[in-house]
């Protein structure tokens, strides 16, 4: 395997560089995260104190952990190293699991601060997500096999969508508490419509781009069977920064601050049991009706 490639002056060599130092701090923060479960069970039995929302996040974390060490771009069909661990069909599959896994931890997080803060939009969303993220995946699975661009089109515009209903129930809830709690939900909120942003103006538009050029040129699209077998059996080294420009801010976003935002998911399972100290008591209505004075007759 040659190595010649990884050299200061070549912007993938930095990039993937960058890739590896960031996965490597998110596993570190994924045991530490650990250890905080670890101690909050106290005496309880080892059975006891495992937390969805904590292995939710490892299978994240260490899927995108995988994604980086091996980069793909799974149309394309490109990625850094000559191994059966680049091929697409393999790298796919940990996505979809760990991707998955995300939006889980959204749905019980939103649902939880739905309950406590008795909102059914909240809640109602809650359900929405994975179900959502479930047919964004098949979408993606659509473009893998195919090699038609629409796949991720319609994928990324799930994902933006979801986001965006989920900033919409975060944004109501952030009145609904106060503190640190309201605090933590504002900056998601704010998080999460920089993502929105991004998605809408950057990440589809270039997925449709790229659909539409291939409309143009005529492009022969695979077949289910034709595509599994490319899927599994053809991947594209190459290390030149052309084919890799357009998937590198995505990447990096994607394994960096997804993955932070995996990571503080996880740490609601810490604090979550505190929650209902910071919602914020509606007081009762005062009548606003005088009083009316009866008469009783004395017989």
């Given at each position: 395997m040659s190595v010649a490639w990884l050299d200061w002056s070549n912007p993938v060599a930095i990039w993937w560089g960058f890739l590896l130092i960031v996965s490597a701090v998110n596993i570190a923060a994924l045991s530490r995260l650990r250890a905080r479960f670890r101690a909050s069970r106290g005496d309880k039995p080892a059975a006891t104190w495992i937390e969805p929302l904590f292995l939710l996040c490892a299978v994240y974390v260490l899927g995108c952990a995988f994604r980086s060490v091996l980069p793909r771009a799974d149309v394309q069909r490109i990625c850094l190293f000559d191994t059966w661990l680049s091929s697409v069909m393999i790298g796919r599959s940990v996505a979809t699991v760990a991707e998955l896994c995300f939006a889980a931890q959204w749905a019980i997080v939103l649902y939880?601060?739905?309950?406590?803060?008795?909102s059914d939009t909240a809640k109602n969303i809650a359900k929405a997500i994975v179900p959502t993220i479930v047919l964004a995946e098949i979408c993606s699975w659509y473009a893998v096999i195919t090699t038609n661009f629409l796949g991720?089109?319609?994928?990324n515009?799930?994902?933006?969508i979801t986001f965006?209903?989920?900033?919409v129930a975060l944004?109501?809830?952030?009145?609904?508490f106060r503190g640190p709690a309201q605090f933590a939900i504002a900056a998601a909120a704010a998080g999460i419509a920089a993502y929105v942003v991004f998605m809408a103006t950057v990440d589809v538009p270039m997925y449709f781009g790229r659909w539409q050029a291939d409309l143009a040129s005529g492009k022969d699209y695979l077949g289910l069977v034709a595509g599994l077998h490319d899927v599994a059996t053809r991947w594209i080294v190459t290390h030149d920064i052309a084919p890799w420009r357009d998937e590198i801010a995505w990447m990096s976003l994607y394994f960096s601050t997804a993955v932070w935002g995996s990571l503080a998911l996880a740490g609601f399972g810490l604090v979550k049991h505190m929650l209902p100290r910071y919602r914020v008591r509606v007081?009762?209505?005062?009548?606003?009706r005088q009083p009316v004075a009866v008469r009783v007759r004395s017989s």
């Amino acid at each position: 395997m040659s190595v010649a490639w990884l050299d200061w002056s070549n912007p993938v060599a930095i990039w993937w560089g960058f890739l590896l130092i960031v996965s490597a701090v998110n596993i570190a923060a994924l045991s530490r995260l650990r250890a905080r479960f670890r101690a909050s069970r106290g005496d309880k039995p080892a059975a006891t104190w495992i937390e969805p929302l904590f292995l939710l996040c490892a299978v994240y974390v260490l899927g995108c952990a995988f994604r980086s060490v091996l980069p793909r771009a799974d149309v394309q069909r490109i990625c850094l190293f000559d191994t059966w661990l680049s091929s697409v069909m393999i790298g796919r599959s940990v996505a979809t699991v760990a991707e998955l896994c995300f939006a889980a931890q959204w749905a019980i997080v939103l649902y939880a601060l739905g309950k406590v803060a008795n909102s059914d939009t909240a809640k109602n969303i809650a359900k929405a997500i994975v179900p959502t993220i479930v047919l964004a995946e098949i979408c993606s699975w659509y473009a893998v096999i195919t090699t038609n661009f629409l796949g991720n089109v319609l994928e990324n515009s799930l994902w933006t969508i979801t986001f965006l209903l989920i900033g919409v129930a975060l944004s109501r809830l952030v009145p609904r508490f106060r503190g640190p709690a309201q605090f933590a939900i504002a900056a998601a909120a704010a998080g999460i419509a920089a993502y929105v942003v991004f998605m809408a103006t950057v990440d589809v538009p270039m997925y449709f781009g790229r659909w539409q050029a291939d409309l143009a040129s005529g492009k022969d699209y695979l077949g289910l069977v034709a595509g599994l077998h490319d899927v599994a059996t053809r991947w594209i080294v190459t290390h030149d920064i052309a084919p890799w420009r357009d998937e590198i801010a995505w990447m990096s976003l994607y394994f960096s601050t997804a993955v932070w935002g995996s990571l503080a998911l996880a740490g609601f399972g810490l604090v979550k049991h505190m929650l209902p100290r910071y919602r914020v008591r509606v007081p009762l209505k005062r009548a606003t009706r005088q009083p009316v004075a009866v008469r009783v007759r004395s017989s």
